[in-house]
């Protein structure tokens, strides 16, 4: 996976999880955050694809979901790729 934050790559060793208080080795910030999260979708109920999430309100911060699950830190999530176009189609509306 990839941390949110410094887009440092972070082994997750197969068979292991992400702990409540797990912090990136580069950056020192935390790991188990909405943001890096494969259910993290921000048009989503709650910005969350897994509907029986409670609401988390700082996706950025720390958090006790148990229902984290890193994101493939490879790809973009289609989250990220739908605000990429979107974003893109706004900034063409404003280029001379």
């Given at each position: 996976?990839?941390?949110?934050?410094?887009q440092?790559?972070?082994?997750?060793?197969?068979?292991?999880?992400?702990?409540?208080?797990?912090?990136?080795?580069?950056?020192?910030?935390?790991?188990?955050?909405?943001?890096?999260?494969?259910?993290?979708?921000?048009?989503?109920?709650?910005?969350?694809?897994?509907?029986?999430?409670?609401?988390?309100?700082?996706?950025?911060?720390?958090?006790r979901?148990?229902?984290?699950?890193?994101?493939?830190?490879?790809?973009?999530?289609?989250?990220?790729?739908?605000?990429?176009?979107?974003?893109?189609?706004?900034?063409?509306?404003?280029?001379?």
């Amino acid at each position: 996976m990839r941390c949110h934050s410094c887009q440092s790559e972070v082994e997750v060793p197969s068979g292991t999880s992400v702990g409540f208080r797990d912090e990136c080795g580069a950056c020192g910030r935390d790991l188990h955050v909405c943001l890096n999260c494969a259910h993290h979708a921000p048009s989503a109920y709650n910005a969350c694809q897994e509907s029986s999430a409670e609401r988390i309100l700082d996706a950025d911060r720390g958090n006790r979901c148990d229902y984290f699950r890193p994101a493939d830190g490879d790809a973009p999530s289609a989250a990220e790729d739908e605000r990429a176009k979107a974003r893109s189609a706004l900034d063409a509306l404003f280029d001379d």
